[in-house]
């Protein structure tokens, strides 16, 4: 018996601290449609002679 008081107390002091959950958010809400620039934009160019300093090889970078 005296169990079940025991477990009313502590819910009823959980209750109390934290309160109840916060409402719930739809999807709809969380997310947010946005146009992208087709071929990533402009900082997406190709460009052949500066290419070479982002290359990284292991036989290079030992002098192989």
Known sequence: MSKDV???AD???RHQRYGSLPER???EDMTEDVEAA????ANA???PEGNWKY????????GL
């Open 6 to 8: 025991t477990l009313d």
């Open 11 to 13: 819910t009823a002091a």
């Open 25 to 27: 958010i739809r999807f």
């Open 38 to 41: 087709p071929g990533g934009g």
């Open 45 to 47: 160019s190709y460009g």
């Open 55 to 62: 290359y990284s090889c292991l036989a290079l970078d030992l």
